[in-house]
């Protein structure tokens, strides 16, 4: 037996002894099957149209960076901690929005947010193709998948992160098929990644997993680690290309810090645990049912992987295991391990289908105009009725309108204690004459300290005491439900001036807001639209 016999032999007791050549005649993709049903796919993933509390500031933000022709290096908006360092790793995508709302209003970024969802879509069934998968199988695992991320795609710079991501997915599941894949385009991509969102480290360590396994596979079959070292040598290039950008280290300055905050979890919903989600979340909320979906997709897949032992993707399964502990410990990740098992899954569904399946199976036929006419009324239904051409971006979190609007009537401006979640719509409306305790840039503003008080505060600690007398608040805006409230109304030094269903307003009891003519006033809640 000559030395490529033993490797051939070596490939196949590796790879597994059912499973087909995928390096044979490419099944048809559901792209040139069935546009219409991608789009459907397309119209799922990016049926969330509101807007994200961040989204004031991130337009903001790129609109100083748009006037002024460089990055603000310190924070001029907060009064908690004035002129701290501002990590602003998310500038590009900032600078995109800005632009594109300028130039298109709301109209714009709702276009560009359904760009990013079909360019995800579409990497997604690029990599489905690439295991051999049936029509039927692409079709079914692209809807799984598309219905895990279509929480996730908001109007945030992650969105940029889900389409990169999709796309070294699709390089990478290419590459382990055989197919010819330029892995080394991940290099630059990286390095414009970095600058759009901190989810770049995500596809660094996607690169390297896949060159680790891709390494010791090669090694147990006897072909040594240069294939491995030279994907690896890519991961390493394209962490370094991170670095080469006018933020330089910033963006990896952010994500250490997010990393290591104790209190991120408990302040941010979507850095909670999914267990705790799980758990918390009521299953018939749309929060709810989105987690319990999410386990349900990421365990199945994993049962799959135990049903079928086939090697031949391992490499991929790597990935898919890493993005699925990452969901796990943090719901904002589940689209990314939605993303990274949809190979997985096709593969493995596609083996089932053809154990359990005695005859060949048939060859494609192209979808009628009448199912191609269905399918696009439906996904033309899907994206109107969400107001994808909408002129109008409702608040995904009430916002507290009535008590702006209260205070832009009164002209009442100065430091405002507020609910973290409106801070950035503070900004938007009230600076430069008012600045806010705390935003929703979280710790790549604010310290440690800083948010721990307010956490504190929160939830109505006694221990807020010191807050209130330690920083000069002019005002307090707080929501009714909150611990902060309660506590709040029991304090003779403050006084409740403006109260409405989703915001109350404080002024302290000695300044002149506590003195205007019929307060406190209860106003009716407003809801307001970006921007």
Request: proline content about 5%; overall charge neutral; some cysteine.
């Amino acid at each position: 037996m000559g030395a490529a016999d033993k490797v051939e032999l070596a490939r196949t007791a590796l790879d597994g002894s059912e499973t087909d050549s995928v390096n044979r005649a490419r099944r048809l993709s559901l792209l040139r099957y069935s546009p219409a049903l991608v789009l459907l796919a397309v119209a799922i993933v990016d049926t969330y149209r509101l807007a994200d509390p961040d989204l004031w500031g991130h337009v903001f933000s790129g609109r100083l960076i748009l006037a002024t022709g460089h990055f603000i290096k310190t924070d001029p908006f907060n009064y908690s901690a004035p002129n701290h360092v501002w990590l602003h790793h998310e500038w590009l995508s900032e600078v995109i929005d800005a632009g594109i709302f300028a130039r298109f209003g709301v109209l714009g970024l709702k276009l560009l947010k359904f760009a990013c969802s079909a360019a995800v879509v579409v990497f997604v069934v690029l990599a489905i193709v690439e295991t051999g998968a049936s029509i039927t199988i692409q079709l079914a695992v692209t809807l799984l998948t598309a219905m895990a991320i279509a929480l996730e795609m908001q109007y945030r710079p992650q969105m940029f992160s889900f389409v990169f991501f999709s796309g070294f997915v699709w390089l990478l599941t290419r590459a382990n098929y055989g197919g010819r894949a330029p892995l080394w385009i991940g290099v630059p991509l990286l390095a414009l990644w970095s600058n759009l969102h901190g989810g770049f480290i995500i596809g660094v360590l996607a690169i390297a997993t896949y060159a680790a396994v891709v390494g010791t596979q090669d090694l147990l079959a006897g072909r040594g680690v240069r294939r491995g070292l030279a994907i690896g040598t890519i991961a390493v290039l394209g962490l370094a290309a991170s670095l080469a950008s006018p933020i330089a280290t910033e963006a990896w300055r952010a994500i250490i810090v997010s990393f290591r905050n104790p209190l991120t979890s408990r302040v941010m919903g979507d850095w909670c645990p999914l267990i705790s989600r799980l758990i918390s979340e009521p299953a018939s909320s749309p929060m709810g049912f989105y987690c319990w979906y999410s386990a349900a997709l990421i365990g199945g897949t994993a049962i799959l992987f135990a049903i079928v032992p086939i090697a031949d993707d391992f490499p991929l399964v790597g990935i898919g295991a890493l993005m699925s502990l990452a969901a796990f410990s943090a719901t904002r990740n589940i689209a990314f391990a939605a993303i990274a098992i949809a190979p997985v899954l096709a593969r493995r569904l596609s083996i089932l289908a053809t154990r359990s399946s005695s005859e060949p199976e048939k060859p494609t036929t192209p979808r009628g105009l009448t199912n191609e006419a269905v399918a696009l009324v439906i996904a033309i239904a899907i994206t109107a009725s969400t107001g994808l051409f909408s002129l109008r971006m409702p608040d995904s979190v009430a916002s507290p309108a009535g008590a702006v609007v209260f205070m832009k009537s009164h002209r009442l401006h100065g430091n405002i204690l507020n609910e973290f979640t409106w801070g950035q719509y503070l900004i938007w409306h009230m600076a430069p004459e008012s600045k806010v305790f705390i935003d929703g840039r979280f710790d790549l503003v604010y310290p440690l300290d800083v948010i721990a008080q307010y956490t504190e505060f929160q939830f109505g600690s006694h221990a807020s005491a010191v807050l209130l007398a330690k920083y000069p608040h002019d005002y307090v805006l707080v929501r009714p439900t909150t611990g902060a409230f309660d506590l709040m109304t029991h304090r003779s030094d403050w006084k409740l001036i403006y109260r409405d269903a989703q915001a109350a307003l404080f002024a302290r009891a000695d300044s002149a807001a506590a003195k205007i003519v019929g307060v406190p006033v209860e106003g009716e809640a407003v809801t307001d639209y970006f921007p």
